[in-house]
């Protein structure tokens, strides 16, 4: 479930990179490829730094 997710965001950060440069020839507006480009990003580098996070220690109180 986890390598879908994963595969998933990378194809989807793909096919906005090549968005991106039909914006940069200017046939799309820029600032809306630029901000999709740039949330795929931000869910990409935030989908693979949840794995290792450090969830902290188990506190039992009496």
Do not use: D, E, Q, Y
Request: hydrophobic share 60%.
């Amino acid at each position: 479930m986890k390598k879908c997710k994963l595969i998933a965001l990378a194809a989807g950060f793909c096919a906005l990179f090549c968005l991106n440069l039909l914006g940069l020839m200017k046939l799309l507006p820029l600032f809306l490829t630029s901000t999709l480009l740039f949330a795929a990003i931000f869910a990409l580098l935030l989908h693979v730094n949840r794995r290792n996070r450090f969830k902290g220690f188990n506190r039992r109180h009496l």
